[in-house]
Structure formats: structure tokens, C-alpha cells
């Protein structure tokens, strides 16, 4: 297959040749053999990987399946997309390691499958699986399920560091949390001062509490000697904490775009964890993707229904989707001249194939597998929840612009499909990016 006359990122005008699903040439004016797509000068981009989404199943196929999940991941440009392990069960031993990998064969893209931490999972099957990385691990997030302490996350890291696997931190320090901040949120009742009240969660789960957690995730990776990817940074303090020590991290894109000022529109909606922080904390995240002390987007996906969100601050569940929306947003954001598509690049596919060492993933050169994303920067349009492909059927980002894929190719197959007529996406051939033979 050729895709012919596409722009690359830097804006180099090349041909890509494409063979048993890898990119075998990229050059100009190369000779046609077979199939040719014709990119009539659009933007191509490396397909993203998203190193942080929730597709909910085992355990919540009500909120997102593997099917409708990576439907949605296809359909916003994403060809790689990481679960968390925070399902039913949790992904916290062999077996239930097992149980997921059998769901995600229903995947259009292909995927990995992070292993979690609890008081009573089960490394020694655990580690015996192909696992994509160790984590999100819940640092000190004593209000989650899967929340742990200091001395068990050492513990993990240790075994981590043995296995030569990943890790991935959600670090909050819940003693830090301002529980009174609740109870004023839950006596606001319905209506607009309920959008408005929501501001308690942020009040709630306080900055310092995500920068505590952060330093001393980072401190105690230093000293076992085995680095972490610090996920959904919300706080600029906690990026800096987290580049001086030489770590990575990872920002999500409703904590680049919204802020505790979203709250009157978004209300539970806008619930998450981290919270959403003020409005200059939000400029002072998006400095540092620009500059480069964040290192990767990802979405930290995680869709709930709109009636389980339409309750009592307290009681809504915490998440926001965003797989489909996040690359349509940034690349919204460059168009607007507030990012480089080269930036845009990197932060979504070359970075985070990087940081978790997948080598032929993130970019379009020679040997790399073609995963592509086509798209005309300039056929930007609003973000509506019915266009999306996820279960949930609301956005955080409705009415902002994005500019969504022509189509999107993995491994040298179209899963998604908009030129034309509607939409059309290909076969669940998605595969286990750890678990491929070479
Ligand atoms: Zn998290």
C-alpha cells in the first residue's frame, strides 16, 4: 500500500510505502504497487498511544466495553491504548490478567494491559504475564478501592524493578484531602448552585495533596532505583517535583483545557480524580507541555453513564471520557498556533512509545509498524457527544472544536474510516503490544 502526497508533522511532504503492516519507505514521488490512499497534502500523524484509559471491563460493561472503547480510541486517532486495572476483578493477579486479555481480543487497536497493586494481589502470577506496566499504583489514595500505603508501594517497586516492568503512580495523599470542603458541596443541593458547589471537590482533594504524594513517590523510586511515570499530573508543583527527579509524567487533557472554573457548566460532571485546579495552575500545565517538562498526554479515560453522574457531589463517581477527543483537541489547539503539530507528535505517539518501550511504535519511519492518523487541519468542528463512539454518551468538551481523523490505519489496516459517506471501521484485530512475538 502507498499513502501518497501526505505532510508530515515537521512538514516534510512525503509518500509512505507500507508492507505486511510496517512502514518499509518513506520518501518522495515513490513508485505506486498495489493500493494507493491519496492524503491530497493532509496532515499524517503517528497513530497515539494512550497510556492511561479505563474500558471497563471485566466487571462495568454498562459504562464501556473493549468494542466500544477502542471503537472510540480508532475513531479520535489512537492505535494503542492501555488499560488500567481498576475492574472487576481488579487486575491483580494471572488469572484476572487472563480474564481481561480474553476481553480485550474484542479491541480494534491494539493494547496493553497495566497489573495493579492491592493488600491481596498476587505478584508472583502477576509478574508472570505479559504486563504492559505496574500500575496506576494508588499512593496513599486511602478513598479508592485499590489504595495502599508507603511501605507496600516500596514493596512493589522493588518487584517492579526485578522485573524490569514500568510503573505508573496515581499519587494523592488522602490525609491531606479537606473534608469539611464536602459537607458544604452536599448542603448546595440541586440546580445551578450544584454546578457551582462542585468547586468543593477541588477544595476537597487539595493540591498539596497530589504534590505531597508525588515527592514521595518520587523519592522512594529513587532510592529502590527504579524510575516511575508519574499519571495525570494536575498541579504544576507536581510536574517540577516530578523532571527534577528525572521522572516522567503525564497530563490528561481536561486538566490542559478545564478548569475549577468549569465547574458552573460541568457541575458532577466535571468530578475527577485529581480534581480540576484553578485557572492558573491550567496555564502553568499547558507552559510546561509546551516546554517540555510534561512529557505525554494521556486521556485517563473514564467514562461513567449520565444518570450514575447526575447525583450528589459526594456520591457521583470520579472520571471524565476522553479518548476521542484528546488528539481532535490538541490538534485544535495547534491550529490555533498554541502548540506545534511537532509537539502535538510527540506528547501523543513518539513519547509515550518511548518512555514505555515500544520500539516500533510512534513513528513514521522505516521498520516502524503503520499505525497513521490522516487528518485536514483545517476541517475543525464542534465536539459533540452524539458523534462520539463511546458508550457514555456525554463530553466535558462539548462544543469546543477538534479536528478528528480522516481516517486511522494500525498496523497497515484502516479501523477507522470518515472519508466518504459515514463512517466505517475495521476488524477487532487489536493485539497485546507486550505480548506480540517480535
Ligand atoms: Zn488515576
Known amino acids: 500500500m502507498l499513502v501518497r502526497d501526505a505532510t508530515l508533522a515537521d512538514g516534510r511532504v512525503r509518500d509512505v510505502r507500507i508492507r505486511s503492516g510496517r512502514i518499509a519507505t518513506v520518501g518522495q514521488h515513490l513508485q505506486e504497487d498495489g493500493e494507493t490512499i491519496d492524503a491530497?497534502?493532509?496532515?499524517?500523524?503517528?497513530?497515539?498511544?494512550?497510556?492511561?484509559?479505563?474500558?471497563?471491563?471485566?466487571?462495568?460493561?454498562?459504562?464501556?466495553?473493549?468494542?466500544?472503547?477502542?471503537?472510540?480510541?480508532?475513531?479520535?486517532?489512537?492505535?494503542?491504548?492501555?488499560?488500567?486495572p481498576n475492574t472487576d476483578p481488579p487486575t491483580v493477579s494471572g488469572a484476572a490478567f487472563d480474564q481481561k486479555s480474553d476481553l480485550a481480543g474484542a479491541s480494534l487497536v491494539d493494547f496493553g494491559i497495566n497489573g495493579g497493586v492491592t493488600p491481596d494481589w498476587d505478584p508472583d502470577s502477576l509478574f508472570d504475564r505479559p504486563l504492559f506496566a505496574l500500575g496506576e499504583v494508588f499512593l496513599a489514595d486511602s478513598t479508592g478501592e485499590m489504595?495502599?500505603?508507603?511501605?507496600?508501594?516500596?514493596?512493589?517497586?522493588?518487584?517492579?524493578?526485578?522485573?524490569?516492568?514500568?510503573?505508573?503512580?496515581?499519587?494523592?495523599?488522602?490525609?491531606?484531602?479537606?473534608?469539611?470542603?464536602?459537607?458544604?458541596?452536599?448542603?448546595?443541593?440541586?440546580?445551578?448552585?450544584?454546578?457551582?458547589a462542585a468547586d468543593a471537590w477541588s477544595a476537597y482533594r487539595t493540591a498539596d495533596a497530589e504534590i505531597a504524594a508525588v515527592e514521595r513517590a518520587c523519592e522512594t523510586a529513587e532510592a529502590v532505583g527504579h524510575p516511575i511515570h508519574v499519571a495525570h499530573t494536575s498541579t504544576p508543583e507536581a510536574v517540577d517535583a516530578?523532571?527534577?527527579?528525572?521522572?516522567?509524567?503525564?497530563?490528561?487533557?481536561?486538566?490542559?483545557?478545564?478548569?475549577?472554573?468549569?465547574?458552573a457548566e460541568l457541575g458532577t460532571f466535571g468530578r475527577m480524580n485529581p480534581p480540576l485546579r484553578s485557572e492558573d495552575r491550567r496555564e502553568a500545565l499547558f507552559e510546561r507541555l509546551v516546554d517540555g517538562r510534561i512529557d505525554l498526554v494521556a486521556t485517563d479515560?473514564?467514562?461513567?453513564?449520565?444518570?450514575?453522574?447526575?447525583?450528589?457531589?459526594?456520591?457521583?463517581?470520579?472520571?471524565?471520557?476522553?479518548?476521542?477527543?484528546?488528539?481532535?483537541?490538541?490538534?485544535?489547539?495547534?491550529?490555533?498556533?498554541?502548540?506545534?503539530?511537532?509537539?502535538?507528535?510527540?506528547?501523543?505517539?513518539?513519547?509515550?512509545?518511548?518512555?514505555?518501550?515500544?520500539?516500533?511504535?510512534?513513528?513514521i519511519a522505516?521498520?516502524?509498524?503503520?499505525?497513521?492518523?490522516?487528518?485536514?487541519?483545517?476541517?475543525?468542528?464542534?465536539?459533540?457527544?452524539?458523534?462520539?463512539?463511546?458508550?457514555?454518551?456525554?463530553?466535558?468538551?462539548?462544543?469546543?472544536?477538534?479536528?478528528?481523523?480522516?481516517?486511522?490505519?494500525?498496523?497497515?489496516?484502516?479501523?477507522?474510516?470518515?472519508?466518504?459517506?459515514?463512517?466505517?471501521?475495521?476488524?477487532?484485530?487489536?493485539?497485546?503490544?507486550?505480548?506480540?512475538?517480535?
Not at 497515539?48 to 472510540?72: C, I, L, N, Y
Not at 523532571?243 to 468549569?262: I, K, N
Not at 492518523?373 to 483545517?378: E, H, M
Request: charge should be negative; proline fraction near 6%; include cysteine.
Open 40 to 84: 491530497d497534502g493532509n496532515l499524517l500523524l503517528p497513530g497515539a498511544v494512550d497510556a492511561h484509559v479505563h474500558f471497563r471491563q471485566p466487571g462495568f460493561p454498562h459504562k464501556e466495553t473493549w468494542a466500544s472503547g477502542s471503537a472510540s480510541a480508532a475513531a479520535g486517532g489512537v492505535t494503542t491504548a492501555v488499560d488500567q
Open 147 to 196: 489504595g495502599i500505603d508507603a511501605d507496600r508501594f516500596e514493596a512493589a517497586l522493588e518487584r517492579a524493578r526485578t522485573a524490569g516492568v514500568p510503573v505508573t503512580v496515581h499519587a494523592e495523599d488522602a490525609d491531606l484531602f479537606d473534608e469539611a470542603a464536602l459537607d458544604r458541596a452536599d448542603e448546595a443541593g440541586e440546580g445551578a448552585a450544584a454546578g457551582v
Open 242 to 263: 516530578a523532571a527534577d527527579r528525572g521522572m516522567t509524567c503525564e497530563v490528561t487533557p481536561h486538566h490542559l483545557l478545564l478548569s475549577r472554573e468549569d465547574y
Open 301 to 363: 479515560h473514564a467514562p461513567h453513564t449520565r444518570a450514575e453522574k447526575t447525583a450528589p457531589l459526594s456520591e457521583a463517581p470520579s472520571g471524565v471520557p476522553g479518548v476521542e477527543t484528546a488528539l481532535p483537541l490538541l490538534l485544535a489547539t495547534a491550529r490555533e498556533g498554541r502548540l506545534s503539530y511537532e509537539r502535538v507528535r510527540e506528547v501523543t505517539a513518539s513519547t509515550p512509545a518511548e518512555v514505555f518501550g515500544l520500539g516500533r511504535k510512534g513513528r
Open 366 to 438: 522505516e521498520g516502524y509498524d503503520a499505525d497513521l492518523v490522516l487528518v485536514d487541519p483545517d476541517a475543525a468542528r464542534p465536539i459533540r457527544a452524539g458523534d462520539l463512539h463511546t458508550k457514555c454518551d456525554w463530553t466535558p468538551f462539548e462544543g469546543r472544536e477538534g479536528v478528528f481523523p480522516r481516517w486511522t490505519m494500525r498496523r497497515g489496516e484502516l479501523v477507522y474510516d470518515a472519508r466518504g459517506d459515514g463512517e466505517r471501521f475495521g476488524d477487532d484485530d487489536g493485539r497485546d503490544v507486550r505480548a506480540a512475538s517480535e
